[in-house]
């Protein structure tokens, strides 16, 4: 059974880079076949895709949020990651890791269990 | 980006009933379309993938179809834990966009 866990710090101050990781146990990534996102969702509002990565390195991101995001991998540890630079209140959010059965054209199977950042001085 | 608009947003039924949610795309996603129940403090689960498969393990109460632009899930014999939010999800172009939810309330 697949799971995942995200860990950072629940507040981060305004301007600064909220830095997010995901570890997965009971499956590898570098195994390939799966993609690997970040999801975020506002307080009591919907779902948003931010990008995924392959174990390869390969990344895709949403162009609403390019500018500011990036995703890597540590294989060796079986973990991705997520930064988001000049982070504003408007990232305030519950961050989710996923893992995407094929990047594209695929469906999101298993999901961490979500991770709330706020953004406060 | 690909708009899913799902329709109604918010849906009383009683317990035993059948209830069906819509969603729609902006333009023409095949079959490329996902559905997820989320319980409040929760992350989503998926529940049918591929516009009508249904995932393992998710009971067959839960149907989907559709293609191209319209699509529906439908849930019989509503049951107390089916109460949650819904969420459609299309997958046939980045970004990946999902529905606003339609939440399912008890009556």
């Known amino acids: 059974q697949v799971q995942l866990q995200e860990s950072g710090p629940g507040l981060v101050k305004p301007s600064q880079t909220l830095s997010l990781t995901c570890t997965v146990s009971?499956?590898?990534?570098?195994?390939?076949?799966?993609?690997w996102s970040w999801i975020r969702q506002h307080p009591g509002k919907g779902l948003e895709w931010i990008g995924f990565?392959?174990?390869?390195?390969?990344?895709n991101y949403n162009p609403s949020l390019k500018s500011r995001v990036s995703i890597s991998v540590d294989t060796s540890k079986n973990q991705f990651s997520l930064k988001l630079s000049s982070v504003t209140a408007a990232d305030t959010a519950v961050y989710y890791c996923?893992?995407?059965?094929?990047?594209?054209?695929?469906?999101?199977?298993?999901w961490g269990q979500g991770t709330l950042v706020t953004v406060s001085s | 980006d690909i708009q899913m608009t799902q329709s109604p947003s918010s849906l009383s039924a009683s317990v035993g009933d059948r209830v069906t949610i819509t969603c729609r795309a902006s333009?023409?996603?095949?079959?490329?379309l996902n559905w997820y129940q989320q319980k409040p403090g929760k992350a989503p689960k998926l529940l049918i993938y591929?516009?009508?498969s249904l995932q393992s393990g998710v009971p067959s109460k839960f149907s989907g179809s559709g293609s191209g632009t319209d699509f529906t899930l439908t849930i019989s014999s509503l049951q107390p834990e089916d109460f949650a939010t819904y969420y459609c999800?299309?997958?046939?172009?980045?970004?990946?966009?999902f529905g606003q939810g339609t939440r399912l309330e008890i009556k």
């Open positions: 591929a516009a009508s």
């Open positions: 009971g499956g590898s990534i570098s195994s390939g076949g799966y993609y």
């Open positions: 333009q023409s996603i095949s079959s490329y």
């Open positions: 999800q299309q997958s046939y172009r980045t970004p990946s966009t």
């Open positions: 990565i392959y174990y390869s390195g390969s990344t």
């Open positions: 996923v893992r995407d059965s094929s990047g594209y054209g695929g469906y999101f199977d298993y």
